[in-house]
């Protein structure tokens, strides 16, 4: 998280530098509303304009996010004409002199492979167009070409190249963190298709083999069974979203829990205080289950008596705050540190390094599990929730999926 505030930072540098350029060029004695300084509207303005463009190059550089985003970069310029390409096409033209399109695509080739910026005359036989000359600075991400930023004036002019370089370089910090997005999104799904490989063979043929044993001597009750463990791979194994609602993972955990208590009978105890405010709050797909499996696994391993699991999910101000804790037969700390730096891996450990990561990955490093444990004494894990972070939304919950 660090490098990726400082990153921010050295990327707000070239939008004031592209700020001090517009304020020289559009400074104007008169009083702006209270603003201050020609420079500093300017640089407001200059800000402004970039909070506006950014949201659009996040997504990465396509015609529709080139197409919402150029208004504003050439609005930062303060140019006649602005367009944003990649590699084949002019993706986005905003301002007057859009005939010359064909034209710079082809003076492109030589920036573009080269990696370098250029200005150059265009050719032009319209009297009135106002645009003579266009200044190319290419866009890249990992030291690879993905398209150019061209912005097109009357004359030539070193000030403007200076400040269209600094504008592609802020553009090309948006589209690298907009790769970064892209691969947080792989990696997470890469960690939840790991995590749904987990759920044991053993539970399932145990399910079947229980909903089995109820076929004859209590049919009603074989007929739920099958439909608990129906709703319960379904939504395991759903394709829709990296997030879901705290309903709805509770909601799966109680398809759960009822084929295991199916199993198990008396020996599992389970007692629920939920917090009615919090279920809505969104959170990563398959985040608590495996905790409650793991209560489940370690509670009832290596005990003749009773399992008692207590799940409680309480409002905390701006977060919610979701324990779940057994009375099993625990773990080494020792071990357990281990696991969570994947450096040991014993069976049901994955799960839990696995929902670990992914809510680091997506809170920040200090919302991560938090394990109280020692041999003999259960385990109780809590888990911080914030109930709004950016970018985490619960997708549409589809039945019949």
Request: include cysteine; hydrophobic fraction near 45%.
């Amino acid at each position: 998280m660090s490098g990726f505030l400082a990153g921010l930072c050295v990327a707000a540098l070239p939008l004031l530098a592209a700020g001090y350029w517009l304020g020289r060029r559009t400074a104007r004695p008169h009083s702006l509303g209270g603003l201050g300084t020609p420079v500093e509207h300017a640089t407001f303005q200059t800000l402004h304009a970039a909070s506006l463009a950014a949201p659009p190059l996040r997504a990465g550089l396509t015609e529709e996010t080139a197409r919402k985003s150029a208004r504003r970069l050439r609005s930062l310029l303060g140019t006649d004409a602005l367009c944003l390409t990649d590699d084949e096409r002019v993706l986005a033209w905003d301002g007057v002199g859009g005939h010359h399109r064909t034209e710079i695509m082809e003076r492109l080739a030589g920036p573009l492979e080269a990696g370098r910026g250029e200005a150059f005359r265009l050719t032009c036989r319209t009297p009135d167009c106002p645009v003579r000359w266009a200044v190319v600075t290419p866009l890249t991400v990992d030291d690879r070409v993905h398209g150019a930023l061209v912005a097109c004036a009357p004359r030539e002019s070193a000030v403007l190249a200076r400040a269209a370089a600094e504008v592609a370089r802020w553009v090309s910090v948006q589209l690298e963190l907009a790769d970064l997005d892209r691969s947080r999104t792989r990696l997470i799904e890469a960690e939840i298709k790991a995590l749904r490989a987990q759920i044991s063979p053993h539970f399932i043929f145990n399910s079947l083999a229980v909903i089995a044993s109820f076929v004859r001597t209590d049919p009603e009750r074989a007929r739920d069974l099958l439909l608990e463990f129906a709703d319960f791979t379904r939504y395991s194994f759903r394709r829709h979203g990296d997030f879901t609602t705290l309903a709805d993972e509770l909601h799966a955990i109680e398809h759960y829990l009822a084929l295991v208590r199916a199993r198990f009978g008396d020996r599992l105890s389970v007692t629920l205080q939920i917090a009615p405010e919090v279920l809505p709050i969104a959170l990563p797909f398959l985040c608590l289950q495996p905790l409650v499996e793991n209560a489940v696994k370690h509670g009832l391993e290596g005990k003749r008596g009773t399992c008692h699991i207590r799940i409680t999910a309480r409002d905390a101000g701006a977060e919610a705050v979701v324990v779940i804790e057994d009375d099993g037969a625990g773990m080494d700390p020792g071990l357990l540190r281990r696991i969570l730096a994947g450096e040991d891996s014993p069976s049901g450990g994955i799960g839990l390094s696995n929902v670990d990561d992914r809510l680091r990955q997506v809170y920040g490093d200090d919302h991560g599990l938090v394990i109280e444990t020692a041999r003999g004494a259960g385990m109780k894990i809590s888990a911080r929730l914030p109930k709004y972070q950016p970018g985490v939304h619960s997708a549409t919950r589809l039945t019949g999926e």
